[in-house]
């Protein structure tokens, strides 16, 4: 994987070495890196996320519990449990959620918990990252398991699972001091896909996903992109606002170019380089 050795922003490189792609207005609501909120809600296209069972990784499994992430986050969370080895000592509570689901979920609290507790962590229909097949919620295999709250302790594998997590593309999306940002208590078990090198800058910047949506807006195509230098890469980062009808999003055709809505206004592009092989532009 590598990690990052160096950040920064140099001149932005010739025109020239761009492509286009055209996407509809309609793709900003699709990617790992959709920010989904009380303000921006789950607006899916088509036949929504490509899901997979969570049982292709999970040594463990609830009983009863049918579970199923996003393709590419179940494959990197399997990756990621491998590395803590803990396939069998960490258990995946919690996945996709159709808003029939939380809806369920949500009612349930309710009238189980109160509207405090359940405003605190709980999300409403619409509102919930679970509905994106990206957020996974993990518990720590020790007996009876809460499934809105389990525990996730700062010890043990669960340490490790959490020091590993940004390598593996997933954040902690909702921390204790980002409560006023994000209006949902601190949940240690929720950790949300958002696709490296993006966890680690929010890791190392100690961002929300909130932020980060907003401080990738800086960078867009005319202007300064933003540069990480990797043991095996070098990442180029831009935002491209959405245009009405479709947007010519400019792709580097040398690059492998990762691209994602952020459920608000634009496209982030994710550009790996060979290392070597690509122009600073200092």
Same mark, same amino acid.
């Given at each position: ?81 491998? #590395? &803590?080895? #803990? ?35 709980? #999300?409403?229909? =619409? ?5 994106? =097949? ?14 809105? &709250? ?7 594998? &669960? ?16 921390? #204790? ?8 208590? &601190? ?7 958002? =696709? ?24 867009? *195509?005319?202007?300064?992109?933003? *540069? ?43 550009? *790996? ?7 600073? =532009?200092?």
């Amino acid at each position: 994987m590598g990690q990052i050795r160096d950040l920064f922003i140099p001149r932005r490189p010739p025109a020239a070495k761009y492509d286009q792609i055209r996407l509809d207005r309609t793709k900003i609501h699709e990617g790992h890196l959709i920010l989904v909120n009380r303000q921006h809600p789950v607006k899916q296209s088509g036949t929504g996320p490509n899901l997979l069972p969570v049982s292709a990784v999970q040594a463990v499994q609830l009983p009863g519990a049918e579970i199923s992430l996003e393709k590419t986050c179940l494959e990197r969370l399997g990756a990621l449990l491998h #590395a &803590c080895r #803990a396939r069998d000592r960490i258990v995946i509570v919690s996945g996709y959620r159709s808003k029939k689901e939380q809806e369920e979920l949500y009612e349930t609290s309710l009238q189980e918990n109160g509207a405090v507790f359940t405003a605190s962590y709980v #999300a409403r229909p =619409g509102e919930s990252e679970h509905q994106t =097949g990206l957020a996974v919620d993990v518990g720590e295999n020790a007996g009876d398991v809460d499934f809105i &709250c389990p525990s996730f302790p700062d010890y043990g594998v &669960c340490q490790t699972f959490k020091q590993l997590a940004a390598e593996y593309g997933f954040i902690q999306r909702y921390k #204790a001091d980002k409560e006023h940002i994000t209006h949902i208590a &601190c949940e240690p078990w929720h950790f949300r896909y958002v =696709g490296y090198p993006h966890s680690a800058i929010i890791e190392q910047r100690g961002f929300s996903l909130e932020e980060y949506t907003e401080f990738l807006k800086q960078y867009t *195509f005319d202007r300064g992109h933003l *540069f990480m230098e990797t043991d095996r890469s070098l990442i180029e980062i831009y935002y491209v606002p959405a245009e009405q009808g479709t947007t010519a999003v400019p792709v580097n055709p040398a690059a492998r170019n990762n691209l994602s809505g952020n459920n608000q206004n634009g496209f982030v592009v994710t550009a *790996f380089h060979p290392k070597g092989s690509e122009d600073r =532009g200092r």
